[in-house]
Nanobody, 127 residues
């Protein structure tokens, strides 16, 4: 599975940004998809995840109500719409694919449950 994230950039606090992650190489509909982020020197942090078919989504407390994860199975792409961006949102954002087997969805918040990762895309927020 290959994942290609894009959409990062420099924005001001309060602005919006949409990240995209295109997936190729496997059957996209068989994978739950997640977004994580990492700041240099800190551990990787869960942001959001969407189940196969898009029926269920989960968010971290820090982004719930501001970010929206969605997927387009026809385009094999997962999105992260980020609104009301804050300084704390500044990080490298990574998309990841989790095979939908063995109740993996229960572990959607844990990066170790994802088998495939894309290169990150940098989001910089200026205040």
């Amino acid at each position: 599975v290959q994942l290609q994230a894009s959409g990062g950039g420099l924005v001001q606090a309060g602005d919006s940004l949409r990240l995209s992650c295109m997936v190729s190489g496997r059957v996209f509909i068989d994978y739950n998809m997640g977004w994580f982020r990492q700041v240099a020197g800190k551990e990787r942090e869960f942001v959001a995840a969407v189940s196969t078919g898009g029926g269920v989504t989960v968010y971290s407390r820090s982004v719930k109500g501001r970010f929206t994860i969605s997927r387009d199975d026809g385009k094999t792409t997962v999105y992260l719409q980020m609104n009301s961006l804050k300084d704390d949102d500044m990080a490298v954002y990574y998309c990841a694919a989790q095979e939908d087997v063995n109740d993996n969805w229960r572990r959607a918040r844990f990066g170790v449950s994802y088998g495939y990762w894309g290169r990150g895309t940098l989001v910089t927020v200026s205040s």
